[in-house]
């Protein structure tokens, strides 16, 4: 049995089609889904990250800015930056691109941005309403995971998922939006004791630990669907995820590849956050106009 394969660029292309035929109705009713960008500092990894976020506003008929600072930016100028934004009617979304330099607090910074236009989904106000249930901005890449598995037809309801990692980013925000489509979810970390036994029982396993071929054909179970979150290089320099792709796909039922597996989603389900914020907008407008 080979597993099949869950195309993340195809399903981001088709979800981007859709995106463009909002953002084509919004502008008919002058409004221009707009995100800013602030980079801080040369990361090339950042760079390259938010230039492909730029690219995708671009493809998608987006209003675009990108504000880039050096290095030694002092947090109490970025909070200033960020406070002009939240008061921009033209920027729907803002996004800081993380990691931020270390005399930069990333808490102070996240939290000072607008939960209205967090559409990266890291605001404890966009937590605590995911969490409990309510609508709220959903971090990208657990989202883009979620659209993935509707995109299969699959049903959590019942099912036992385990993550494996527990970040606040993917881990955590994962586990939670499955948790909250009815299935039983067990995070898995560095102090697992036995990780073996949790995942061979698992029908999901999401693998977001930052570590080449970590997951291996034996801590799966047949037929398992396994969603691969890592992004690393191996010995060879050769692009890699978490999971031991040509041996757990002879196991598992269904397995998203790296690259082309989730990495596509996530910038696809930004783009959609910010969509989603400027449709509020909207909304907002017209409850003030009757």
Same mark, same amino acid.
């Given at each position: 049995?080979?597993?099949?394969?869950?195309?993340?660029? $195809?399903?981001?292309?088709?979800?981007?089609?859709?995106?463009?035929?909002?953002?084509?109705?919004?502008?008919?009713?002058?409004? +221009?889904?707009?995100?800013?960008?602030?980079?801080?500092?040369?990361?090339?990894?950042?760079?390259?990250?938010?230039?492909?976020?730029?690219?995708?506003?671009?493809?998608?008929?987006?209003?675009?800015?990108?504000?880039?600072?050096?290095?030694?930016?002092?947090?109490? $100028?970025?909070?200033?930056?960020?406070?002009?934004?939240?008061?921009?009617?033209?920027?729907?979304?803002?996004?800081?691109?993380?990691?931020?330099?270390?005399?930069?607090?990333?808490?102070?910074?996240?939290?000072?941005?607008?939960?209205?236009?967090?559409?990266?989904?890291?605001?404890?106000?966009?937590?605590?309403?995911?969490?409990?249930?309510?609508?709220?901005?959903?971090?990208?890449?657990?989202?883009?995971?979620?659209?993935?598995?509707?995109?299969?037809?699959?049903?959590?309801?019942?099912?036992?998922? /385990?993550?494996?990692?527990?970040?606040?980013? +993917?881990?955590?925000?994962?586990?939670?939006?499955?948790?909250? @489509?009815?299935?039983?979810?067990?995070?898995?970390?560095?102090?697992?004791?036995?990780?073996?036994?949790?995942?061979?029982?698992?029908? +999901? /396993?999401?693998?977001?630990?930052?570590?080449?071929?970590?997951?291996?054909?034996?801590?799966?179970?047949?037929?398992?669907?396994?969603?691969?979150?890592?992004?690393?290089?191996?010995?060879?320099?050769?692009?890699?995820?978490?999971?031991?792709?040509? @041996?757990?796909? @002879?196991?598992?039922?269904?397995?998203?590849?790296?690259?082309?597996?989730?990495?596509?989603?996530?910038?696809?389900?930004?783009?959609?956050?910010?969509?989603?914020?400027?449709?509020?907008?909207?909304?907002?407008?017209?409850?003030?106009?009757?």
């Amino acid at each position: 049995m080979t597993a099949n394969l869950i195309d993340g660029k $195809e399903i981001a292309r088709k979800k981007r089609v859709e995106i463009a035929e909002e953002v084509e109705k919004l502008k008919k009713a002058n409004i +221009v889904p707009g995100l800013a960008v602030i980079l801080v500092g040369d990361n090339q990894a950042s760079k390259t990250y938010v230039n492909s976020k730029q690219k995708a506003c671009r493809e998608l008929g987006m209003h675009s800015v990108l504000i880039e600072y050096p290095e030694t930016l002092e947090e109490q $100028e970025l909070l200033a930056k960020i406070r002009d934004l939240n008061s921009d009617d033209t920027i729907h979304g803002i996004l800081v691109q993380l990691p931020l330099p270390q005399h930069i607090n990333e808490t102070n910074i996240i939290e000072a941005i607008s939960p209205e236009k967090d559409v990266d989904g890291f605001h404890p106000v966009n937590i605590g309403r995911m969490m409990t249930g309510q609508d709220a901005f959903y971090s990208c890449t657990p989202y883009g995971i979620m659209v993935m598995l509707k995109e299969i037809d699959y049903d959590l309801a019942g099912k036992n998922v /385990v993550v494996v990692g527990r970040s606040n980013i +993917v881990g955590k925000p994962a586990g939670q939006l499955m948790l909250n @489509e009815n299935a039983t979810v067990t995070y898995c970390h560095s102090r697992t004791k036995d990780l073996k036994a949790h995942t061979k029982t698992a029908d +999901v /396993v999401v693998a977001a630990v930052g570590r080449a071929d970590f997951i291996t054909a034996d801590h799966i179970k047949d037929g398992a669907v396994v969603i691969d979150v890592g992004i690393n290089r191996n010995e060879e320099g050769k692009l890699c995820g978490d999971v031991a792709f040509d @041996e757990v796909k @002879e196991k598992a039922g269904y397995i998203t590849p790296v690259p082309g597996g989730v990495g596509p989603m996530t910038i696809t389900m930004l783009m959609f956050n910010t969509l989603k914020s400027a449709r509020n907008y909207q909304k907002k407008l017209q409850s003030s106009n009757t």
